[in-house]
């Protein structure tokens, strides 16, 4: 069943992707057979992911190639978030340096933002930060000036590692760190733990917090977010957290149920 008898055709489940649903490009165990039951179920699902360098149509794309059939309105990236935050306090057509990749750029442009390069990085009025691969000292510069000349510093995220197939790699909130350390400032952060994005996928579901779910693996920003926000939390093992430390967690950072594999969402609590 869902959360509850109560809530069996109308829970929401907000899964997270890397180190839940797939880690690299390989699906994780019973992730489609899962999603396909909780959604035959009447139970909604949604994902939510730090990962700002793609767009939302990509990991839709992704999903479908592993079995999941899903839509880009299923998905809330940081990226995305931080989009719909500049929509929400009035930002929009403001000038942006972005420390990213395409995808962030993608999604900031279509909410109206204007992408600025190197050259005119001095005149932005917010410089965004997240996921980049070419991350070198010319960019650390850039941003490191226009923070220092006013713009706003925004963090999509601030998850030091992902996971991959081969281990864990640097993550968006390693080039965050650096640039926070050059311009001698902290970020507003969109992603999670902070609950911005959770209140926007309830907000576009229509759904409360006691129906609400979140599915992680990381217990400093999927648990916790889910804590702060006051909706149900799930660790499943497979990702970055250990058993042990899924069950020593205190606080925030403590799962409601801790599940070895996404199959036991089926079951019975």
């Not at 059939?69 to 929009?92: K, Q, V």
Request: aromatic residues 8%; contains cysteine; charged residues 20%.
């Amino acid at each position: 069943m869902c959360l509850s008898s109560v809530y069996v055709n109308r829970a929401l489940y907000i899964f997270d992707l890397d180190g839940v649903i797939y880690r690299g490009n390989n699906p994780q165990p019973y992730a489609a057979e899962t999603i396909a039951a909780l959604k035959a179920r009447g139970c909604s699902v949604f994902y939510l992911t730090n990962n700002a360098s793609q767009t939302r149509q990509t990991f839709a794309d992704k999903l479908l190639g592993m079995g999941i059939p899903a839509t880009a309105d299923e998905f809330m990236t940081s990226s995305y978030g931080t989009a719909l935050w500049f929509r929400e306090f009035g930002h929009t057509g403001k000038r942006v340096y972005v420390v990213g990749e395409n995808g962030c750029k993608e999604e900031l442009t279509r909410a109206g933002m204007h992408i600025v390069d190197s050259d005119d990085c001095l005149n932005a009025d917010f410089v965004v930060v997240g996921m980049d691969r070419s991350f070198n000292y010319e960019r650390l510069n850039c941003a490191q000036q226009a923070i220092l000349h006013g713009a706003t510093f925004i963090a999509t995220n601030r998850d030091p590692t992902y996971p991959m197939e081969t281990g864990l790699r640097p993550g968006g909130g390693s080039i965050v760190a650096a640039v926070a350390t050059a311009a001698m400032q902290e970020p507003i952060t969109i992603g999670k733990p902070e609950v911005y994005c959770i209140r926007q996928i309830l907000e576009l579901t229509g759904k409360s917090r006691d129906e609400a779910a979140m599915v992680g693996d990381r217990l400093d920003t999927d648990i916790a977010v889910g804590n702060r926000a006051g909706i149900h939390t799930v660790c499943v093992m497979g990702g970055v957290t250990s058993r042990e430390e899924a069950e020593s967690a205190e606080g925030e950072h403590r799962p409601e149920r801790i599940i070895e594999t996404l199959r036991e969402l089926l079951e019975p609590q």
